[in-house]
């Protein structure tokens, strides 16, 4: 058969347009469209490769993972030789937490395509997910061997690398974040160059707030030391981290909008910082440099000193973060999943959990009195101002941690295996913030027994 199944009243269409139909829908994210097509193409051809491996695709997007395997698998099975479908597999089973399973079809991938740049970027993938770095270096290298400017495997290789500690070598690599898909608006359309470290002109440095929340809170440290090259930088970034950074001495105007850094005469993004000072895990500038108003903190003080039962460690908490990051999936928690902090009854938690994962406060049930403080924080200094006003911080790898880091609140920070570069490995503690404590997950996409250690440790 070489048509996909037709319906009363509607054109039969021919096989390879249908299949390419299928793929653009998919790759444009119109996954109801797709889906629907998939289902009809199944229907029709339910033993045609292809068509399973789209679908499959298509149910992986859509969040079935099981239903996703097992067409793709089906599809692997009646094609062995067809090198696309095992590199795919490759993301699947790693989406799933089937990492035995992933690195088979990624070396399998290899092994079918030998000069696939993909297949190599896609094992170098799951490898640092094991945690088995230098070898996750070694295939990241080899995809770039085969594709010199493949900005992915570039930037895997830097994580890899920084995540070892190798901190010189990962910062060189590091620089290519900005030839990601994704990178495309960071950084101002001007002809003027990167900054290279020598002295400026006051006044002509623009300093650019370029990754996530956490990232410029955690980079910010380094202003002070650009300030020293190229007095009264400007400051770029979202006017929600205006409120912070603003306290960072040095800066000389602090803006949210290209048009408005008037003449400079280079630019620097924040996280290009480290490298260009030579950071290593031994010479980390301190924290310290973030500090809450006093006339918040006190007024957060009064407001919790009335709402939390007296005599209780009040035990700030975030489990969510934003679902658009790249690793919320393996960061993120459920609130349900923090029970071994509400079983306790010397406790009353404080929630500065933002967005919509507010609502499942809503199902709470514990010993642990519950104070929802979400809806109430207007920016970074009402978190800031609370936590002063706490015993500790629980939370996820998300912007809060970094926020206690930088101003020296205590926390209990939660990791998945393979972690975000930035928590090194194999260590309870980090040069970057030494009032957090890592709690890291012994087992891949597993949480058991992770919350039981934060809790008993309080």
Not at 95 to 120: C, H, N, Q, S, T
Not at 263 to 276: H, K, N
Request: aromatic share 8%; glycine share 8%.
């Amino acid at each position: 058969m070489s048509q996909a199944q037709a319906q009363p009243g509607k054109q039969v269409m021919p096989l390879a347009e249908a299949l390419e139909k299928l793929a653009k829908l998919e790759q444009e994210n119109k996954l109801a469209e797709a889906d629907d097509l998939a289902s009809r193409m199944l229907a029709a051809m339910p033993e045609h490769p292809h068509i399973l491996h789209l679908a499959g695709i298509v149910s992986y997007r859509n969040g079935r993972v099981p239903e996703a395997i097992a067409r793709m698998e089906k599809s692997e099975s009646l094609a062995p030789d067809m090198p696309l479908y095992p590199r795919n597999m490759c993301e699947v089973y790693r989406g799933a937490g089937r990492l035995e399973d992933a690195v088979r079809a990624g070396r399998r991938a290899i092994e079918l395509a030998p000069k696939d740049a993909r297949a190599y970027f896609n094992l170098a993938l799951i490898l640092y997910e094991k945690l088995e770095l230098e070898e996750s270096v070694r295939v990241a290298d080899q995809a770039i061997a085969l594709e010199p400017d493949y900005p992915e495997a570039h930037f895997e290789r830097a994580e890899a690398l920084l995540l070892a500690g190798r901190m010189k070598e990962g910062w060189e690599s590091y620089e290519w974040r900005f030839k990601l898909k994704q990178a495309e608006g960071m950084l101002p359309k001007t002809d003027k160059p990167q900054w290279d470290g020598t002295p400026l002109p006051p006044g002509k440095l623009l300093i650019i707030g370029d990754q996530g929340f956490g990232d410029c809170i955690q980079f910010g440290r380094l202003i002070p030391w650009a300030a020293l090259l190229c007095p009264q930088p400007i400051v770029a970034a979202s006017g929600e981290l205006q409120p912070i950074l603003k306290q960072i001495p040095g800066i000389g105007k602090f803006v949210t909008r290209w048009e408005d850094t008037g003449e400079y005469d280079a630019y620097i993004p924040l996280s290009g910082l480290p490298r260009l000072a030579g950071i290593g895990t031994d010479n980390v500038p301190p924290a310290g440099y973030l500090a809450a108003p006093p006339e918040l903190v006190e007024e957060w003080r009064v407001k919790l000193d009335r709402l939390c039962p007296k005599g209780k460690k009040r035990i700030a908490l975030v489990w969510a973060g934003r679902p658009t990051h790249k690793n919320d999936k393996k960061r993120t928690l459920k609130l349900q999943q923090f029970a071994p902090l509400f079983a306790r009854d010397d406790i009353c938690i404080v929630t500065v959990q933002k967005g919509e994962q507010i609502s499942q406060a809503g199902g709470y049930y514990g010993r642990a009195p519950l104070l929802n403080l979400g809806p109430e924080i207007g920016d970074f200094l009402d978190t800031m101002a609370i936590l002063k006003n706490v015993d500790r911080l629980v939370t996820i790898d998300t912007s809060v941690a970094h926020i206690a880091g930088a101003i020296g609140v205590p926390a209990s920070l939660v990791l998945p295996k393979a972690p975000d570069w930035r928590w090194l490995l194999e260590r309870e503690d980090t040069p970057w913030y030494p009032s957090i404590k890592l709690y890291r997950q012994h087992e891949a996409y597993s949480w058991d027994g992770v919350i039981e250690r934060v809790a008993a440790a309080l």
